[in-house]
């Protein structure tokens, strides 16, 4: 059974820092590429980070690029997003999951959802 587990959110004044996790079983992690989404509530999920299988190939969303930061350790299973110079913008619900094909900024290309970790940002 394929799951993704988010942790590391949580309340962080603004222009403080945040480090996702996401651990996943049940797949062959290391072939995957992996991507975080968040949504805001009344929004819709929106892309935000995605990484290769080898960690060779990043891409982020122009609202936080330069801010953020998508790794992983395949020894570990583990993905992660560091998070900087935090915004209230930046509140959301932020999920990871497995890319399937497509376009990777796009959220109905990827499956096995984690439930998600909230991230409130506010002083």
């Known amino acids: 059974q394929v799951q993704l587990v988010e942790s590391g959110g949580g309340l962080v004044q603004p222009g403080g820092s945040l480090r996702l996790s996401c651990a996943a079983s049940g797949r062959t992690f290391s072939s995957d590429n992996m991507g975080w989404f968040r949504q805001a509530p009344g929004k819709e999920r929106e892309f935000v980070a995605y990484i290769t299988w080898s960690g060779g190939s990043t891409y982020y969303a122009d609202f936080v690029k330069g801010r953020f930061t998508i790794s992983r350790d395949n020894a570990k299973n583990t993905l992660y997003l560091q998070m900087n110079s935090l915004k209230p913008e930046d509140t959301a619900v932020y999920y990871c999951?497995?890319?399937?094909?497509?376009?990777?900024?796009?959220?109905?290309?990827?499956?096995?959802w984690g439930q998600g970790t909230l991230v409130t940002v506010s002083s």
């Open positions: 999951a497995v890319r399937t094909g497509g376009n990777y900024g796009y959220w109905r290309n990827y499956a096995y």
